[in-house]
């Protein structure tokens, strides 16, 4: 059995805003994500399968009018062999959307993440056109500090809506911790 090792004001404070949709918690590999002020965000958490069968839980912070989705991913490591080096998982992340009619990527090794302590991070960028709108694929990829699993924070939403909610996206991305988890 896992437990979480959270500082007791953020226990009581997550419990009573998780009530209200306002911050999810994945016990399972420490992530916790708050939202923005306003009622028209909302997190929580899910399940996410995998093409090969695996699954896990992700925790999202959504607006409930627009399209917009911000969503975190934790893999873990199970037998501490270590991940792929991120340009590895970078480049095979990259690969589909590389087919994609007139799709611009662009990647950065050298960026700062702006939440959970400010590890160094992939920046991945993936920009097409769909339906006569531009659309923006924005993610991060990182080790966590906390837990050494592999980090993976992704924006979905069509490039208008990231730049009208920008100040919002940046409040989740700054406010995301991946917290310590004590095994038993």
């Known amino acids: 059995m896992r437990f979480l090792a959270l500082p007791f004001c953020l226990i ?5 805003w998780a009530q209200k949709d306002r911050v999810a918690i994945v016990e399972e590999n420490g992530v916790v994500l708050s939202c923005p002020r306003g009622e028209e965000w909302k997190a929580k958490v899910e399940d996410v399968s995998f093409t090969d069968g695996s699954k896990a839980k992700a925790a999202f912070v959504e607006h409930k009018m627009e399209d917009l989705k911000i969503w975190v991913l934790v893999q873990a490591d199970p037998d501490r062999k270590g ?42 960028e993936v920009e097409w056109e769909e339906s006569n709108a ?6 991060w990829l990182f080790i966590d500090k906390a837990n050494q699993g592999l980090c993976r924070v992704m924006i979905d939403c069509p490039d208008d809506i990231h730049t ?19 095994k038993k």
């Open 83 to 124: 991940f792929k080096p991120l340009k590895e998982i970078a480049e095979s992340i990259l690969e589909e959307p590389k087919k994609k009619d007139k799709a611009k990527v662009r990647k950065n090794a050298a960026a700062k993440f702006p939440g959970a302590g400010g590890p160094s991070a992939w920046y991945l």
């Open 134 to 139: 531009k659309k923006v694929k924005r993610e």
């Open 12 to 16: 009581s404070a997550s419990a009573a």
């Open 164 to 182: 009208k909610f920008q100040a919002q996206i940046q409040f989740v991305l700054a406010a995301m911790q991946v917290v310590k988890v004590k």
